[in-house]
């Protein structure tokens, strides 16, 4: 018994074995990594945030105020987050060219990475929408016909059924979605830009986006066709149906008159 006892290894020497082990192949500054990797990111955010403050001094502030807390010419910018930044400056619509009822799309004149510059910097003012990942927004394998359904039920009423837009009050306007990108979609649905209800995942969940997403790529790509000739605007047969009448009702009464005219002027000669 007291030679099995002298046997018995110390209580530390296991763990003296695993951290030359994980030292022998580079374990050990894996596991010490991260806290080093957190602190290269956080340093990489403070540079972003400092570059888009000097980005947002130069082309917003004169509008949104000195620290985003907005003026007569322009709404605060606190608590918007960066997925609202992303898609109002990467669509062009901000920085704004002039007031008016709404702003119009237009060529994008920054790059990715000043977007995403000026993105962080806004989102340090205040918690809002977070930018979404490809992965949010792929409509890869989404149900498209649920798509239709809740765009019909919550987009149509300003966009059109396919997504064509249209005319709203005080010369506002529901814009065209063909061509749109699926990020802009999703961003828009996040936070409802301009004249747009937001779309929060509480009220629509990520699934229901990627369906809506796909339906419009779906209604809107390049092999989609239209059955009824001419879409009118995608408003279905009613709308063609009404047009193609009144058309037809139009050129008839024209033919009438004609025929009407020549017969009078035959009778007298």
Not at 17 to 28: I, P
Not at 58 to 79: M, R
Not at 239 to 266: D, N, Q, R, Y
Request: a neutral charge.
């Amino acid at each position: 018994m007291k030679k099995l006892s002298a046997r018995r290894r110390h209580p530390l020497a296991a763990v003296v074995v695993l951290l030359l082990a994980l030292a022998a192949t580079g374990g050990l500054y894996a596991a010490f990594a991260p806290a080093g990797k957190a602190q290269a990111d956080e340093t990489a955010q403070s540079l972003a945030i400092e570059e888009g403050k000097k980005l947002y001094a130069v082309g917003c502030a004169s509008c949104h105020g000195t620290g985003g807390q907005g003026s007569s010419d322009g709404p605060s910018l606190v608590g918007v987050g960066s997925a609202a930044v992303d898609f109002q400056v990467s669509t062009g619509r901000m920085p704004a060219q002039q007031p008016g009822a709404q702003v119009p799309k237009k060529p994008v004149i920054y790059d990715q990475a000043q977007i995403d510059q000026l993105a962080a910097y806004i989102a340090s003012l205040g918690a809002g929408p977070i930018t979404p990942t490809e992965k949010q927004y792929d409509p890869a394998g989404a149900d498209i016909a649920n798509g239709g359904e809740l765009f019909r039920n919550n987009c149509a009423q300003c966009h059109n059924f396919t997504g064509e837009g249209g005319a709203l009050t005080n010369g506002k306007y529901a814009p065209n979605l063909e061509g749109v990108s699926p990020k802009h979609i999703y961003e828009a649905m996040q936070t409802g830009p301009q004249n747009m209800p937001s779309f929060p995942d509480s009220t629509m969940p990520e699934k229901q986006k990627k369906d809506i997403i796909a339906y419009l790529e779906n209604v809107n790509g390049e092999k989609s066709t239209s059955p009824g000739g001419l879409k009118l605007g995608g408003l279905g047969p009613v709308s063609e149906g009404l047009f193609g009448w009144i058309f037809a009702l139009g050129a008839l009464i024209a033919v009438a008159v004609w025929v009407a005219a020549h017969t009078a002027k035959a009778k007298k000669s």
